[in-house]
Structure formats: structure tokens, C-alpha cells
């Protein structure tokens, strides 16, 4: 599939998906039962990127700042967030302990 064909088939079957979720109610079951499709933004980004900032989209209008679901996400999804933010900057992983394979570090702000 070109990146044209991805971007106009998948990527928008993602961000229109995610538009519905955002009126899920906010719980960490809903994050475990979201983690792979959520995760799915991040597997293939053709230009010009559209998946990931419908990812911060919906992040930023849902979980973001909201402290209780900060130490239990999903491993995949922290895993979006600091990678969002190392590729585009921003507070999207702000206060998060993010574990690597030889050390544990935390995105303060």
C-alpha cells in the first residue's frame, strides 16, 4: 500500500476511530483494552504524520493531566508518549516514569 493509499484508508479509519473513543469514560481498563490500537500510530508514519498527532489529539483530550492513570499505563502507551515527544517535542509525557532496559528514567517538567 503507498503512503498516499495509508494515509487516506488507515490512518483515517484511526483518527475517526479515535474521535468515537474519546467518549469512552476514563478508566485503565479501557487503556488496556485500547493499548495495541492506540500503539498502532506509532508501527508505520508516512509522512506527514498524521496518526501520531491524532494520537496527541486524543490524548491531550482525554488522559492527559489526569495524575491517577500516570504510574499504571499500559507499557505501549507510555512507549507512544515518549516517543512522541522525542520526535516532536512537547509535554505529552510529562511526569511519567519511563523504564528502559538498563535504567529507569522520568520526564519532569
Avoid at 503507498?2 to 484511526?14: K, P
Avoid at 483518527?15 to 490500537?37: K, V, W, Y
Avoid at 505529552?92 to 519511563?98: E, I
Wanted: charge should be negative; hydrophobic fraction near 45%.
Amino acid at each position: 500500500m503507498s503512503h498516499d493509499e495509508f494515509n487516506s484508508v488507515a490512518v483515517s479509519l484511526y483518527c475517526e476511530t479515535l474521535e468515537a473513543l474519546e467518549d469512552l469514560p476514563l478508566s485503565i481498563q479501557s487503556l488496556q483494552d485500547m493499548e495495541n490500537f492506540l500503539a498502532s500510530a506509532f508501527s508505520r508514519i508516512p509522512t506527514p504524520a498524521i496518526a501520531p498527532f491524532a494520537f496527541e489529539k486524543f490524548w491531550r483530550a482525554t488522559y492527559h493531566g489526569h495524575s491517577q492513570f500516570r504510574n499504571i499505563l499500559p507499557s505501549k502507551i507510555k512507549s507512544c508518549l515518549a516517543c512522541f515527544v522525542a520526535a516532536y517535542g512537547g509535554d505529552l509525557a510529562d511526569g511519567l516514569s519511563l523504564a528502559t532496559a538498563s535504567q529507569s528514567q522520568s520526564i519532569v517538567r
